[in-house]
């Protein structure tokens, strides 16, 4: 049993992982035993992040831009170079665009997909030798994409080509979950529903939460960093091993309550 959640000896790759939820997310790989790399579009923000995450455990900064193809390969090259093995990567970096759909831009499209659907493919095409050798049929290696409920169900959010990339991404890991079961490695979404970072900031005003927000949530609270980081460990962990092609949401009940 104790050792049930542990991550002790596991490599991990989290995206956008020096902020916001993937910082979360990093924070509890490394709590339960993980050597963990991050990623951030600012080399000084990555490299700041990944110092404070040292007095947890190791934690590597891969400062790098996923908007582009090349650039999402030479990560995979760099992290590979850095930490050798591969056992879990987690698919966080997103980006999102909101307007009125009248006025909504054809270029709110392109960059969206990008980083939300291709970028997470190409880092399982790239990694997928280091994937496939960590694991094994008792303890597989873990590729978790963070979704969305906008992607699950109509939020009104205005956030037109966000939602359709979240669904398309949830699509995209039951496609991987049945064609990498057979190599050991799981692949599942985890669903957040509204949790506090710079992507829902336009929903607070000074720490005060939108009310209509907090009615729209049964559970009538944001999400919690242990909430987010205690269901990604608990699906690296061996305890997760028999989980592969799921959608689970960490949301308060907006999915589903609704
Ligand atoms: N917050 C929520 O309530 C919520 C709900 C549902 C789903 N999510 C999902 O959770 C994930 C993290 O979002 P968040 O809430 O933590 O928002 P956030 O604070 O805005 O973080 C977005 C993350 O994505 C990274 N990123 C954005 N564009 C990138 C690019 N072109 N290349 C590389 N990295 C890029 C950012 O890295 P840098 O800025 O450091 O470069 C940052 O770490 C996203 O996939 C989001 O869709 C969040």
């Known amino acids: 049993m104790s050792d049930l959640f542990s991550l002790g000896g596991k490599s991990a790759l989290v ?10 997310i990093a924070e509890g790989l490394l709590r339960a035993g993980a050597t963990v790399a991050i990623t951030s579009r600012k080399t000084e923000i990555c490299e700041q992040a990944a110092a404070e995450m040292g007095s947890i455990g190791r934690c590597i900064p891969l400062p790098a831009d996923l908007s582009t193809a090349e650039a999402t390969v030479e990560l995979a ?26 006025s ?8 969206v997909m990008a980083v939300n659907v291709q970028t997470p ?14 694991g094994t049929e008792l303890d597989p290696a873990r590729v978790i994409n963070i ?26 890991t039951r496609d991987l ?27 607070r005003d ?13 559970l009538k609270r944001l999400g919690r960093p242990d909430d987010i980081a205690g269901l990604v460990i608990f699906l690296c962990s061996r305890a997760g091993s028999y989980i592969t092609g799921a959608q689970i949401p960490v949301d308060g009940g907006v ?4």
């Open 77 to 102: 090259q760099r992290y590979r170079e850095v930490a050798g093995q591969c056992n879990i990567l987690v698919n966080n970096a997103g980006r999102t665009w909101g307007g009125p759909v009248e």
């Open 15 to 24: 995206t956008g992982g020096a902020q916001g939820l993937g910082r979360m």
């Open 121 to 134: 493919f190409t880092l399982v095409r790239e990694l997928l030798p280091e994937l496939a050798a960590a």
């Open 177 to 203: 979950a049945g064609d990498l079961a057979a190599r050991n490695i799981t692949v599942n979404a985890v669903i957040p529903g509204y949790f506090p970072t710079k992507m829902t900031a336009h929903m």
């Open 206 to 218: 000074d720490d005060e939460v939108d009310s209509a927000l907090l009615a729209h949530i049964p």
């Open 147 to 172: 979704g969305s409920v906008a992607g699950i169900k109509p939020e009104k959010l205005q956030a037109y080509s966000y939602a359709a990339s979240k669904a398309a991404l949830h699509m995209l």
């Open 104 to 111: 909504f831009p054809d270029k709110a499209w392109p960059g």
């Open 255 to 258: 999915v589903g309550c609704g």
